[in-house]
């Protein structure tokens, strides 16, 4: 034992974490996390109006104290440092719009915004500090740098497909993460995502009838059972194949990432940030 004093702890008291969709699958498992989690503590649980409002929002997890579920966003996030958010877009701007008020800051997990709901998220976020991220994971977030990599060194003589698969609820499709790797391949090889994607092919109506056009970046879905969250993206090219996968097994992966992003934000005032940010990889090398 050294006699110099113990280094201070990284956050004197624990963060304040409220979340929304209190009793979603992501919901619950941020939950479970956050009360296991010595440096935190759960002071808000938001809903949507249903019966979940007014029970306590730990109840899943037996006898342990915790906040009623409210769908007064409010009285949800007024204890809070931070919100972490995975609902819908509409929710999670409603929510966004209390937090610029009451200056608070906010993990967004939701996908499935439009751009003008993005514009907005990147407003509010000139007041508070913001994480948004369509996959929490840190290994969805590694292998987008290896997609880039690859994109990079593969250049525009392989076709790219992104493939995807989650459970049979899942609202939105493509997911926000095969977006962005399709995002990320676009930029590395110059194109714009906008401009390039393909999301669906039924063989007969113009225009997708015919040979796959080269530069486009093709998206599939699958939707079933209770998959939690599947990836490949795949270089076709002309006498070999390259693909890229990451498969999600256990929501908590996502729960994780989220809570870092929290932890991330407890020394930031404004800002948009991803999860690249949070995991320090946002400058790696990509080149080829
Ligand atoms: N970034 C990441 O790492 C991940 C992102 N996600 C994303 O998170 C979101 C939620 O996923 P998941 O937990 O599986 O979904 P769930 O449907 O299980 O949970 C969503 C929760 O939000 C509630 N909700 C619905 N609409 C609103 C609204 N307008 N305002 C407030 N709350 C609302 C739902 O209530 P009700 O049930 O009554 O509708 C439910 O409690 C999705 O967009 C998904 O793609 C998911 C996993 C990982
Ligand atoms: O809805 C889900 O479940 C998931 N959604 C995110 C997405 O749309 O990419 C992340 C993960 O794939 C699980």
Redesign the pocket.
Known sequence: MSGTAPPAPEHPRPLRVAV????????RMLIEAIVASPDLRLTGA???A?P?VGQRATAFLGDVPGPTITDDIRAGLQSADTLID???P??TL?HLGVCRELGVKAVI????FDEAEKAQIAEFARDVAIVM?????VGVNVVLKLLAMAAKALGDGYDVEVIEAHHR??I?AP??TALKMGEVVAAALGRDLKECAVYARDGYSAPDRGERARSTIGFSSIRGGDIV?DHTVLFAGDGERIEITHKSSS?AT?AQ?SLRAVRFLAGRANGLFGMDDVLGIAAAEVSA
């Open positions: 929304a969709g209190a009793s979603g699958r992501m919901g938001l809903d949507i249903g979940s995975f609902t819908r509409a929710g409603a997990g939701t996908t499935g991220a369509p996959n929490m994971s609820h899942k939105d997911s926000g969250g929501r996502y990432g």
